[in-house]
């Protein structure tokens, strides 16, 4: 359980910010929901309810969601169901309800879990993430940037009805994921995205140009998945071993291939 030395309710994005960098020790505070199984001291803790952040919203060329925003709301949302229908396939095994009800968009997002769900689902898509200070960029390149202190605002999906698939392996439906995986088409061009190795999701490039560039068949998907175990490190932890997700994310992403490539 973490402990709080005191919390704030700032009403301006500049006061949460200017609480966040004067101590080291100093934290926003999303849904808190994974910060409880932890064991976490943190000087002041910034909670954001006041400032708006809790939004689904769409216009002709994006959705976009405020940070506040959580799963729960994704999970019902008629918007992100119309337009990105692998979001409430990729959180609606977190857990339970009730979790899904407190846990936001922001907090997953801007702490790059590597078990996250939410992450290797928005990676497939064209999804910008906004901070207050760093300002707007890919989510690709959000997730290999070097942390430093921010606020996430909202992130931003494209609508392009690039058509996606997210698959995982669970020990337990409630669980955390062994491993999770996604993979989109638009045109002829594929994404295949990796996630729960168990370090955060990444994008198998080589492996999408070949699959983008090549006639879609069995003997290109086996190419393709052989160069993905090439491409996309794996390890072990309590749940899984690095041979064991090796193979299973050849299941997925084959699965995940032949389902994308007939919607």
């Known amino acids: 359980m973490f402990t709080l030395t005191e919390i704030v309710q700032p009403s301006t994005l500049e006061e949460a910010y200017s609480i966040l960098v004067k101590r080291k020790t100093n934290q926003i505070l999303g849904g808190t929901a994974f910060l409880r199984m932890g064991n976490k001291r943190i000087g002041t803790g910034i909670e954001l309810s006041n400032l708006n952040l809790d939004y689904i919203r769409e216009d002709d060329k994006f959705v976009e969601i405020g940070s506040m925003t959580t799963l729960r709301s994704l999970e019902t949302s008629d918007i992100i169901n119309n337009n990105f229908s692998i ?74 009805n690039k058509k996606a698939v997210y698959k995982s392996m669970r020990n337990a439906k409630s669980d955390y994921p062994i491993l999770n995986v996604s993979v989109s088409k638009i045109d002829n061009n594929f994404k295949i995205c990796v996630g729960a190795r168990p370090q955060r999701a990444k994008v198998a490039i080589k492996t999408s140009g070949f699959l983008s560039n090549n006639e879609i068949n069995d003997k290109n998907i086996d190419i393709a998945l052989d160069m993905m175990v090439d491409e996309i490190r794996f390890g ?13 994310s050849k299941v997925l992403v084959k699965r995940a291939i032949m389902e994308v490539t007939k919607c």
């Open 236 to 248: 072990s932890n309590m749940r899984a071993s690095k041979e064991y997700r090796l193979q299973i």
């Open 87 to 160: 979001l409430k396939d990729a959180v609606r095994d977190i857990i339970g309800v009730q979790f899904r009800n407190v846990v936001t968009v922001g907090g997953s997002v801007f702490s790059k879990y590597g078990f996250s769900d939410l992450i290797v689902a928005l990676l497939c898509l064209d999804t910008e993430v906004e901070t207050y200070k760093g300002g707007r960029i890919s989510l690709d390149e959000f997730l290999n940037k070097e942390y430093e202190k921010d606020i996430l605002t909202k992130i931003y999906i494209k609508k392009n």
